[in-house]
């Protein structure tokens, strides 16, 4: 898999977009890019995906560059529940399945 | 639809016992994975299963540690003869059958104190 890039912490008010982002140069293809986050002691919970295009859901949008090199998570309206290990992952595709190669994530303090 | 289950959420052994973790997967799962996450430390992919067969156990440790996915029943991880290393949370995640991606949903989580 390919490995990520992403700052060790960021900080972000109450009501504020978070904007974190996410180095990938090394992508291949095939290879989509996830976002889970982790909030204290619970276990990962899956925010978005994409390939190529940008994607949104209730959660977040995506933005992935044209060249797929890097992406940024964006959570429009931060709330103190919000803060979490948000971790960008890429993976490869296949019914088969594949592991998830986490790495050490951005810490995300939103601060009222 | 419920989500990913495990249990016991807390387990606590002492040093030479036997550790049994168990995940039930979202339904119209058959794809599990487990992970381990040691305190202040990320989570580590360990093995992943498919009903009765074990497709990737490259990071499963090679001595004390094995992992099921009977026909029936939940996946199993175990832990044989404990060691106080071997303390942390273990997540389970599973993945829908039939798709070409696989969006993993993870369950809450056994945390393991080994004494």
């Known amino acids: 898999d390919a490995k990520t890039t992403q700052p060790p912490s960021m900080d972000c008010a109450e009501g504020r977009a978070a904007n974190l982002p996410c180095n990938h140069s090394?992508?291949?293809?095939?290879?989509?890019v996830y976002w889970y986050r982790q909030i204290h002691s619970q276990g990962p919970q899956y925010i978005i995906h994409?390939?190529?295009n940008n994607e949104t859901n209730e959660m977040a949008s995506l933005i992935i560059t044209e060249d797929r090199k890097s992406s940024t998570l964006i959570l429009p309206h931060a709330t103190l529940r919000d803060t979490a290990v948000y971790y960008c992952?890429?993976?490869?595709?296949?019914?088969?399945?594949?592991?998830?190669?986490f790495g050490a994530g951005t810490r995300l303090f939103v601060k009222a | 639809n419920a989500g990913v289950m495990q249990n016991p959420r807390h387990l606590v052994r002492r040093r030479g016992q036997e550790a049994r973790l168990r995940c039930s997967p979202m339904?119209?799962?058959?794809?599990v994975y487990w992970y381990r996450q040691l305190p202040e430390e990320g989570l580590k992919f360990m093995v992943y299963?498919?009903?009765?067969?074990?497709?990737?156990e490259s990071g499963m440790p090679k001595e004390r540690f094995s992992a099921e996915f009977p026909k029936e029943g939940p996946s199993i991880l175990r832990i044989q003869q404990v060691v106080r290393g071997d303390s942390a949370a273990y997540f389970c995640?599973?993945?829908?059958?039939?798709?070409?991606?696989?969006?993993?949903?993870f369950g809450p989580g056994t945390r393991l104190t080994v004494l």
């Open positions: 339904k119209g799962h058959s794809h």
């Open positions: 995640a599973s993945s829908p059958t039939g798709t070409n991606f696989n969006e993993q949903f």
């Open positions: 992952i890429v993976r490869g595709s296949n019914t088969g399945g594949f592991k998830t190669i």
């Open positions: 090394t992508i291949s293809g095939n290879e989509y």
């Open positions: 994409g390939l190529k």
């Open positions: 299963l498919q009903k009765e067969n074990i497709i990737d």
